[in-house]
């Protein structure tokens, strides 16, 4: 139920910079039959990741995973390409392919220096120069490298690697090998889509002068916590300060229920001592004083059962009076200070997302984005050490935004679309007075590519596409078009919902319309492009998509964000159907006789809610992992703070606050009688945030009520569908089960 959905990619397989054992895939040459986009046309599409620009601001190197359907696998490559100072600029490129010079298999690339590259293949670190020759292995690891990151002076690097865990699940015999069972002591022994017998941890190696490197101690060696933090965390979560002497990292030093009921995450400033035996010294950023992994002395108990809204805070030495989430620390350009990105309340992973600035000479503290009533996503220092730049959700668009030291916050872009991940591009990639950004942006008709931003004072002055990876397949089809509209909410509040309509749009006709159902709860509906919930599929078919901001989105202020939780089935299903009867009214071309309803994981939910009381609006509903029973829910999903905060209570306390009980009473299940319309239920084995026993479930009780129902069930997929055979069968019968009711 986390964001970041939509942001992020797991990679099936990898190749190896040797040898290949099976044939690399590479860019797609598909001829599509006609000009509407289908399944197998986004699959076959690359997909930009992350991407680092080389010291003197010249070119860029980038990661695009292709996906093969036919052997239901995937692997990365690498291109570099140049920058251009100026977007009228003709710079020549040698062994061009699309403007970019393929270097081969491989991952998360990083410069070196000018002109070496470092990447990941096969669970190692190598190098290469930016032809793709000179392939160097860096590690020697047996394949265990999960991640890296090189000081700048490029004498040490992080590498993250797993390290066994068995404080909650017991170790097996050693007599007895062949047996499969868990002895399990204590909550978090599996998390998201695996059992947790592991977690990560950094290690320090350095870099001798031919570039290999040797392993010198891990971080965290013998604590039971992870780094960076399980599910999605990744070397982001860690940073080196720039003479090379320290690291920042995240952890939540917690494990088993304490792990479970806390988003308690700090920021740890850790200095290696000369001697490499060992010992460093941690500092504690958020709660100074407090040694690593210890709690205070005393500190009030927290009562899982409880709602953590009103209990006591365990952190009295925190200065920020801040037990929330700390992640992502970054320093700035000349040392002085670390900046990261801060939640302020324990128990609730969709807090508004601060910038926090932390003056390392004094401990001073200072939030630089006050007044920016939603969140930071991402950001990056200045090079003055004064500024900086960020992301940011506003009115359902993710634009690019500045502040400072001082708190002073500037819009910069304002752009129908989503801004993804930025990093500062260097000042020979800007002409003399700018400020060049390197930035990844899409929408729901485009999806991720890669831009050069120059800012000028308070605007911007130029933006430069550099990369066109999937140009050759969106040149063949039709596009589509999309706009925004208010309506009025059932407690005269205005909402804001997206009109998507198909390619060859006629005005004049009907057509049959899907109101869409976000998930998170807290997820925004902004111009996101997924592979799976993709509008442009969804319109090439022939639908209208309707897609409401609703109650507990970000985006429109921290009231209407938290009018969510404990409210589950109030405003937000309120807003749903006023958008859908606005734009029934106001809206000619939609046909209220062919009205469906699908979403996912809270969206889910929000189907398994509406199949009750949606007084026969709609004629077919979708629902993928989404949440059915929520007594069942409360216990069986594995970050337990999720459910302590959305539902305020435990269902076994019989004196739960007001909002928790109505959250019970309103659980989709109970409302199974008054369900009278076709439903196809999605749901993965390997999802332990909506166990697969809630979609289940769901489609038993429709069909032991007689309903229309269809299951998808995949045994090996967990809150996503990530292999690609599975994505083609979910799409296919995504569209199949539409067309059976709406067409």
């Known amino acids: 139920m986390k964001r970041l959905a939509f942001f992020l990619l797991v990679i099936a397989s990898m190749s190896s910079c040797r040898k290949e054992q099976k044939p690399l895939i590479t860019r797609s040459d598909i001829q599509l039959e006609s000009d509407v986009m289908t399944p197998e046309a986004l699959w076959a599409m690359g997909r930009i990741g992350s991407y680092d620009v080389s010291p003197d601001g010249s070119r860029v190197a980038y990661q695009v995973t292709y996906y093969s359907v036919e052997e239901n696998r995937s692997n990365t490559v690498i291109y570099v390409q140049n920058i251009p100072r100026r977007e009228q600029e003709i710079l020549p490129l040698l062994e061009d392919l699309e403007g970019a010079i393929f270097l081969g298999p491989g991952s998360d690339p990083v410069w070196l220096d000018d002109n070496k590259i470092a990447f990941a293949s096969k669970g190692e670190i190598w190098s290469m120069n930016a032809k793709g020759k000179s392939r160097k292995q860096l590690t020697k690891t047996d394949g265990n490298v999960e991640g890296f990151l090189f000081s700048p002076d490029k004498k040490k690097v992080i590498v993250i690697k797993s390290v066994p865990f068995h404080d909650i699940i017991k170790e097996k015999p050693a007599d007895l090998p062949k047996a499969t069972g868990m002895v399990i002591t204590d909550l978090m022994y599996r998390h998201w889509d695996h059992y947790v017998e592991s977690i990560p941890h950094p290690f320090v190696y350095s870099v001798s002068g031919d570039g290999t490197t040797q392993e010198e101690f891990d971080i965290l060696e013998g604590q039971p916590f992870e780094c960076p933090m399980e599910p999605f965390g990744g070397i982001e979560q860690l940073a080196w300060s720039p003479d090379s002497k320290s690291i920042a990292f995240t952890c939540r030093t917690k494990t088993g229920l304490a792990y479970s009921i806390s988003t308690d995450s700090d920021i740890f400033l850790f200095s290696p001592t000369p001697d490499p035996s060992r010992d460093g010294v941690f500092t504690n950023l958020c709660k100074p004083g407090l040694a690593f992994g210890a709690s205070p002395a005393e500190a009030p108990t927290i009562d899982p059962t409880k709602s953590l809204r009103d209990q006591p805070v365990n952190a009295p030495e925190n200065l920020a009076n801040n037990p929330g989430y700390d992640t992502n620390p970054k320093f700035s350009p000349d040392g002085r200070y670390l900046a990261w990105l801060s939640m302020e309340r324990d128990g609730y992973e969709s807090d508004r997302q601060r910038l926090c600035v932390y003056e390392l000479a004094t401990g001073k503290k200072r939030y630089v984005t006050e007044s920016f009533d939603s969140n930071v996503d991402d950001f990056v220092w200045d090079a003055d050490s004064y500024t900086l730049y960020y992301i940011g959700v506003w009115h359902a668009t993710e634009n690019l935004y500045r502040t400072n030291l001082d708190g002073q916050v500037t819009q910069l872009t304002n752009d129908q679309a989503d801004w993804g991940s930025l990093q500062m591009a260097a000042p020979q990639s800007s002409p003399e007075g700018d400020t060049a950004l390197l930035m990844e942006r899409h929408d729901y008709f485009h999806p991720a590519d890669l831009y050069l931003v120059r800012v ?237 026993t809630q979609g289940m479930s769901a489609f038993n009780a429709a069909r032991m009520k007689g309903i229309e129902a269809e299951l998808l069930l995949y045994p090996d997929e967990n809150h996503w569908v990530l292999k690609p055979q599975n994505g083609i069968l979910w799409q296919r019968t995504y569209f199949e089960w539409l067309a059976r009711w709406l067409k």
């Open 456 to 692: 000028l004072g308070d605007s911007v002055a130029e933006v430069t596409q550099l990369t066109h990876e999937n140009d050759h397949i969106l040149s063949q089809l039709a596009p589509g078009s999309c706009e925004p509209r208010w309506c009025k909410t059932t407690d005269d509040k205005d909402l804001l919902y997206w009109v998507i309509k198909p390619p060859h749009f006629d005005p004049s006709k009907k057509y049959p319309t899907l109101l869409f159902c976000e998930g998170g709860p807290q997820s925004p509906v902004s111009q996101f492009w997924s592979y799976r919930w993709n509008f442009y599929i969804m319109a090439s078919q022939g639908y209208v998509i309707i897609a409401p901001n609703r109650r507990g989105l970000p985006g429109f202020g921290k009231e209407w964000l938290e009018e969510i939780s404990g409210d589950w089935t109030g405003h937000c299903m309120n807003d749903y159907l006023s958008a859908i009867d606005d734009a029934c009214d106001s809206l000619p071309y939609i046909d209220r006789d062919r009205l469906g309803a699908v979403g996912a994981s809270f969206g889910g939910f929000s189907v398994y809610y509406l199949a009750g009381h949606h007084n026969k609006r709609f004629k077919c509903f979708i629902a993928h992992d989404g949440a059915f029973n929520l007594e069942a829910m409360y216990t069986e999903t594995e970050e337990n703070w999720f459910s302590n905060w959305e539902y305020e209570d435990a269902y076994w306390n019989k004196d739960r606050s007001a909002n928790a009980d109505r959250t019970y009473r309103n659980s989709p299940h109970l409302f199974v009688d008054q369900w009278d319309t076709p439903i196809l239920c999605i749901h993965g084995e390997k999802d332990y945030r909506i166990n697969s």
